[in-house]
C-alpha cells in the first residue's frame, strides 16, 4: 500500500516526531519499525487525530527503506491503532487509555520487554493481593466475590461477559486487600487483564481451569487463609500465564518475563502479509 501524505488543515500534524526518532541500529524489519513508532504513540508523544509524517520522512529519520515503514505503518493500521487516508496519510486513531490494549497486544506478539515486565509485576502483584484479601476479608467482601465468580459461570458462551467477571473478581480481590497503593496499581493494568483474557478466551479448558482456579482464591479468601490464597493466586497466574504463551506462540515463560522471541517472526510474517 503506498500512500501519499498532503496537507490537511483540519488534523494537526506531528513534524516532531520524524526529529524523536532514532535510526534502526541493526537491519529493519517491520516489527522493530512498529516497535519504535508503538513506543512513541503510546508514551504520548502525539495527539489523536494527527498526521504522521511522510513514508519518506519517517523512512529518513529511522534510517530504513520506505517499505519497511510501509508494512509497519499497515500492521498498525490493521491493529486499529492509526488510520490510512489514500491521498491524506496516516493518522492516529485514539488517545493513550483506548490505544493501550493494542499497544499490549502488540508488545506480547512481539515479545516485548516492558510489556513482559508489565505481566510479570500482574502476577506478584496478585499474590500480595490475594495474601492480604484472606486476612482481611469481611462476610460482605466474600460475597461480593461469590457473585463474580457466579457471574463467571453464568456466561456461558457469552466471551465478554465471562471476561468482566473475571477481571471484576480480581479487581475486587484488590479493593479487599484495603491497600489503597496496591489497588491503584492494578486497576492501573486493568487493560492487561482485559487484553490478557481477551488472547486466551478460545483456548480449550481456558472457562473449566480459570473458574476452578479462581474457585481455589475465594475458598482460602473465605477461609481467611493467607499462605493458602497467596498459593492458589500463584497457580492461577502460573496456569493464565501458561496459556497467554499458548496463545501467542511464544516457549516456555516467554511471556511472563523471558526471551519470548519465537513470536517474532510470526508477527513479521503477519505484518508483511497486511501490507
Known amino acids: 500500500m503506498t500512500v501519499t501524505s498532503q496537507p490537511d488543515q483540519q488534523s494537526p500534524s506531528s513534524p516532531d516526531l520524524a526529529r524523536l526518532l532514532r535510526p534502526v541500529v541493526r537491519e529493519s524489519s517491520v516489527s522493530e519499525v512498529a516497535k519504535r513508532l508503538l513506543d512513541h504513540l503510546s508514551a504520548g508523544d502525539i495527539k489523536p487525530g494527527t498526521r504522521l509524517p511522510a513514508e519518506r520522512q519517517l523512512a529518513e529519520a529511522l534510517g530504513v527503506a520506505r517499505s519497511s515503514v510501509r508494512g ?5 493500521d490493521v491493529l486499529g491503532i492509526i488510520e490510512i487516508r489514500p ?17 499490549i497486544n502488540w508488545g506480547l506478539m512481539l515479545g516485548q520487554r516492558r510489556t513482559q515486565d508489565l505481566v510479570e509485576v500482574r502476577t506478584h502483584m496478585e499474590g500480595v493481593s490475594a495474601r492480604l484479601a484472606a486476612e482481611r476479608a469481611t462476610e460482605e ?26 477481571i471484576a473478581f480480581h479487581l475486587e480481590t484488590a479493593s479487599i486487600a484495603r491497600n489503597s497503593v496496591l489497588s491503584d496499581i492494578l486497576h492501573s493494568i486493568r487493560a492487561l487483564l482485559q487484553v490478557w483474557m481477551e488472547r486466551v478466551s478460545d483456548l480449550e479448558g481456558t472457562v473449566s481451569g480459570t473458574l476452578c482456579e479462581h474457585d481455589a482464591v475465594l475458598a482460602a479468601i473465605r477461609a481467611h ?19 497467554l504463551r499458548e496463545s501467542i506462540g511464544a516457549p516456555d515463560g516467554g511471556a511472563d518475563g523471558t526471551d519470548g522471541t519465537a513470536a517474532n517472526g510470526a508477527a513479521d510474517n503477519a505484518a508483511v502479509r497486511n501490507a
Not at 225 to 243: G, K, V, Y
Open 225 to 243: 487463609d493467607p499462605d493458602a490464597a497467596n498459593e492458589a493466586m500463584a497457580e492461577h497466574m502460573r496456569m493464565a500465564s501458561a496459556r
Open 72 to 76: 509497519a505503518l499497515s500492521a498498525l
Open 87 to 103: 491521498g491524506s496519510g496516516s493518522y492516529v486513531r485514539e488517545g493513550t487509555s483506548e490505544f493501550l490494549p493494542r499497544a
Open 141 to 166: 467482601d466474600v460475597a461480593r466475590l461469590e457473585e463474580h465468580l457466579r457471574r463467571m459461570r453464568d456466561a456461558g458462551t457469552d466471551v465478554a461477559a465471562f471476561i468482566d467477571a473475571d
